[in-house]
């Protein structure tokens, strides 16, 4: 069993940053893929990024080079940094332990979710 309880949110202008954070439970944390998510209104949730246990990094193509993912294993803790935000950033974002299915990314156990609201 994995529980994720995400922190973080808010509302931000655009142009300005957040970072989300993500606490995890779970005896081998570090062997996980861990990824966020989001979901706007009226919109499926979609992928925005995923670390392995070793750090290596995936993004959507949506926030590459906005947004940085990160891990602390020793802290049981996933991280989304997220600069430039734009209005259409604006979306309930998810941790989850992630999972590749040969041609996308999604998650088996997800947090509750933390509100990111972009507007001036």
């Known amino acids: 069993q994995v529980q994720l309880v995400e922190s973080g949110g808010g509302l931000v202008q655009p142009g300005g940053s957040l970072r989300l954070s993500c606490a995890a439970s779970?005896?081998?944390?570090?062997?996980?893929?861990m990824g966020w998510f989001r979901q706007a209104p009226g919109k499926e949730r979609e992928f925005v990024a995923a670390?392995?246990?070793?750090?290596?990094?995936d993004y959507a193509d949506s926030v590459k080079g906005r947004f940085t993912i990160s891990r602390d294993n020793a802290k049981k803790a996933v991280y989304l940094q997220m600069n430039s935000l734009k209005p259409e950033d604006t979306a309930v974002y998810y941790c989850?332990?992630?999972?590749?299915?040969?041609?996308?990314?999604?998650?088996?156990?997800w947090g509750q979710g933390t509100q990111v609201t972009v507007s001036s």
């Open positions: 779970g005896r081998t944390f570090s062997a996980y893929n």
């Open positions: 989850a332990r992630a999972q590749w299915y040969g041609t996308r990314w999604s998650g088996d156990y």
């Open positions: 670390i392995g246990n070793i750090g290596n990094a």
